[in-house]
């Protein structure tokens, strides 16, 4: 579904990814870990054309995306849910999730998309007429993923869902994110909570300065000793 081939990216002088190369096939969760500053953001903004990569390619579905247009990107079927959330604060929780489906312009579709929405964070329902940034952190987060699965989008791109959450809360989005993907969308997910995330992941990526540095099944990489002592905090 998603191949990235040698992709380097700079910001200035700073070469923020070297060499990139990754796969993420169909109907699979994928994880990238790393700590502060590895470059996981930076790998997620590549895919959205959201800054441009130097050389390299980026595939979707087998199609160049590379440095396209975000929105073509977004309409190609690929939606990013970022870190921090960045929900629209001032805004309603059902003005936040109508903004996703800007794409759409038919209504019973929309409403159609917005209830599969509901059946995965009910509460959001309840919340409808609240302003977004009165919610919580835990449903904040709740409606950054909702919102961008309001495009519909085969790829989901999540950066630290785990982010400043309680874990408890951290849990039950976890959960979602499963049922998300076993619902039949495809999954990169950007972590520093490696052990959630490789919990819950079939494949996964360690970024180090930039580098991938390894790659393994998430099964594998959970009992990798160098995962373990770095990550893991074993
Ligand atoms: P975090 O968990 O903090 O988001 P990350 O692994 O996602 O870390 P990136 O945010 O991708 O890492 O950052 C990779 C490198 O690029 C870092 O050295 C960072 O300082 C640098 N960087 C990121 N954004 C910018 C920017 N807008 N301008 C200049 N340098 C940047």
């Given at each position: 579904m998603l191949k990235l081939e040698n992709v380097e990216t700079y910001y200035g002088n700073i070469?923020?990814?070297?060499n990139i190369s990754l796969e993420i096939n169909d109907g699979e969760i994928v994880t990238v870990i790393g700590a502060n500053g590895a470059g996981k953001t930076t790998t997620l903004k590549t895919i959205c054309g959201l800054v441009r990569a130097s050389s390299g390619k980026i595939y979707f579905k087998g199609i160049d995306i590379t440095n396209h247009d975000t929105a073509d990107i977004v309409e190609a079927g690929i939606a990013m849910v970022p870190e921090g959330r960045r929900i629209f604060p001032r805004m309603t929780v059902l003005e936040n999730l109508q903004l996703g489906a800007?794409?759409?312009?038919n209504r019973a579709e929309i409403k159609k998309d917005m209830e599969r929405v509901f059946e995965l964070f009910p509460i959001l329902k309840d919340r409808l007429k609240q302003i977004a940034g009165t919610l919580s952190g835990g449903e904040q987060q709740m409606l950054a993923i909702g919102r961008a699965l309001m495009a519909k989008p085969k790829l989901l791109l999540l950066d630290e869902p785990s982010m400043g959450l309680a874990p408890m809360i951290v849990q039950n989005i976890f959960d979602i994110i499963k049922e998300i993907n076993r619902k039949g969308t495809t999954i990169l997910l950007v972590e520093q909570n490696a052990q959630m995330a490789l919990s819950i992941a079939h494949k996964g990526y360690v970024m180090e300065t930039g580098n991938i540095v390894l790659q393994d099944t998430a099964e594998n990489l959970l009992c990798n000793e160098k995962v373990k002592k770095a990550y893991l905090g074993e």
């Open positions: 070469h923020a990814l070297k800007y794409l759409n312009k």
